[in-house]
């Protein structure tokens, strides 16, 4: 491990410039490429005291050896030599979108005598025009062989054509029309290019117009009566807007547009893409990368931004790239972005209509693209066995942790705190296993409190189900509780067993290893609660969101996983599910306290007179401060019901002001509107 002192230059050596630099490694290898406005401002950053330095970022400067930089004209000359340095250096520090599988597109060879309309892969060729990407192949199959009928193209190889010509016979496709056969001479060089031009503006999205002249067509074939005919054209009709309904209009107004979502952790993230061309989604692509260097969504954008379009000229450069997070600073990529089209992009994110509704649905494929991308990692036998081996290598088990447990505390501003404990059984969740928890034993916020009441609650249902099943006889320890109704009502897995009454045992397992969401305070109120109870045989450990440590009793330093690390891998998914868990239930609990109201409890008093009530005096508030005579004037409401009515609003004791947290209005109404429960959510842990 290097000291970045050793190869710091000296004052005044770094030039005040734009420019590009490069950190070399020991043995000279490129393992970061950066650019910068002032060179000198973003070199410092790096030489300065290293536990100021993100994790990751200290760990590129103390792997570094050297440094060095070259000096530009302009911040658009510094992105275009930085993404060449990337392509050429490939460094291992930098942010590179991995394709998790080669795109096909759509290709129409123009730079051909016969030009051929065909499947392509990898890299882009010059004078070959390209549509897509498709998810699949065969979707591009189905397009094409729509099209045929209208755009008879050439798609054979060269060496059927040459055979073709040759024989003086065309292929199958010539027989059926599905092909102008140019092979044999059926039709002119020019007159198959000016087919194959068609075919490209049809596929580019001038489709009305084209649709139209067909249907004047078929409609004087009709008139003239040449009924054939007008039947041939109303079948291509037929057989064009077939292949156009296979990409739905998404944007109204014919716009061409690239969207581009962003799903991250704290590991990785994914990027999608929608390809919007005459306002219909012509392809998608998706990418995942590891965050191997401090980036935030802008900088993941603007990495996106050079993979997308590097190597893009002109109209593949789209006029609009919509985007979730603006890269810091924005000029110099739009800049680059419209040098490389030739004429203005906007480069912007959408605020408001149908863009900003699509945007959110390209968020959704790059979440469930993310989402998948660990679960094939987490389903695989192989790599789950890997996991488990890493993690009790890495904590110091005797065995791998076949069953996990993890806990997770949830509240809204120490309000409504709730826990849940998530099961993984070698490597896989478990549902049926999950529990939730009401924390009982205190008010208000201490998450390390909580905790060890959660662990101490789980664990003496454990012993209380082994003193049942006769597994052990010692006296139970002091205090155990009877049962309580912690549960979320799952059914449990087939095979479990279960009480003499029939119900399932829930806590009869004990895991191998206890993780909670949290640091070392977490960790010791889980081990205290264990110890309490005198089981020693149960290891803790705790991931703790920020750096994604490893935390273990006793230890003062956290044990720190590599990144690439199945065992992460697996302790991360177990975590964020605990969290998902909990966060649901707490959600749902607070969503039932705010609806509950005095009305309630009013004996008689049913839905459809609580509502009249409401209507009338239009708040509780001013409900509560009416006569028995003015709550008689309500239709249906009669004096006895207007007395209970009286009587249990003024036992119950007024509510505080509830206060919109979006806004920061108060409301007259006891309650919460939904808007305010949107809000609040960015509160919750």
Known sequence: MADPSSYRPKPGQIPDSPGVYKFRDEHGRVIYVGKAKSLRQRLANYFQDLAALHPRTRTMVTTAASVEWTVVSTEVEALQL??????????????????????????????EEFPRVQVMRGAKKKGVRYFGPYAHAWAIRETVDLMLRVFPVRTCSAGVFKRSAQIGRPCLLGYIGKCAAPCVGRISADEHRELAEEFCDFMAGRTG????????????????????????????????????????????????ADLIAVAEDELEAAVQIFHVRGGRVRGQRGWVTDKVEAVTTGDLVEHALQQLYGEEQGDAVPKEVLVPALPEPVEPIAQWLTQRRGSQVSLRIPQRGDKKDLMATVGRNAQQALALHKTKRASDLTTRSRALEEIAEALGLDSVPLRIECFDISHLQGED????????????????????????????????????????????RYLQEKQKSGEWTEEPAEGLPAAEADGDGADPAAGRPVDDDGRPKRFAYPPQLVVVDGGAPQVAAARRALDELGIDDVAVCGLAKRLEEVWLPADDDPVVLPRSSEGLYLLQRVRDEAHRFAITYQRSKRGKRLKTSPLDTVEGLGDTRRQALLKHFGSLKKLRAATIDEICEVPGVGRKTAETVVAALAGAAPSAPAVNTATGEIIEDDGVPPAALSAERGQER
């Not at 490939?90 to 290709?107: E, G, H, I, M, T």
């Not at 067909?214 to 807007?241: F, H, N, P, S, T």
Request: glycine content about 4%; cysteine-free.
């Open 209 to 256: 117009a084209y649709i139209r002249r067909l249907e004047r067509q078929m409609q004087d074939a009709a008139e003239e009566m040449e009924y054939e005919r007008a039947a041939r054209l109303r079948d291509d009709i037929g057989a064009l807007k077939r292949a156009m309904e296979k990409n739905a209009v998404v944007l109204a107004d014919a716009t061409d």
């Open 417 to 460: 705190v709730v826990a849940s404990m998530v099961v993984f059984e070698d490597g896989l969740a478990r549902k049926s296993e999950y529990r939730r928890f009401q924390i009982k034993g205190f008010a208000g916020q201490d998450d390390v409190r909580s905790m060890h009441e959660v662990i101490g609650r789980r664990f003496k």
């Open 82 to 111: 930085e993404y060449s340095w990337i392509k050429e250096f490939d460094p291992r520090f930098n942010v590179k979108y991995r394709d998790d599988k080669s795109y096909p597109y759509l290709a129409v060879t123009l730079n």
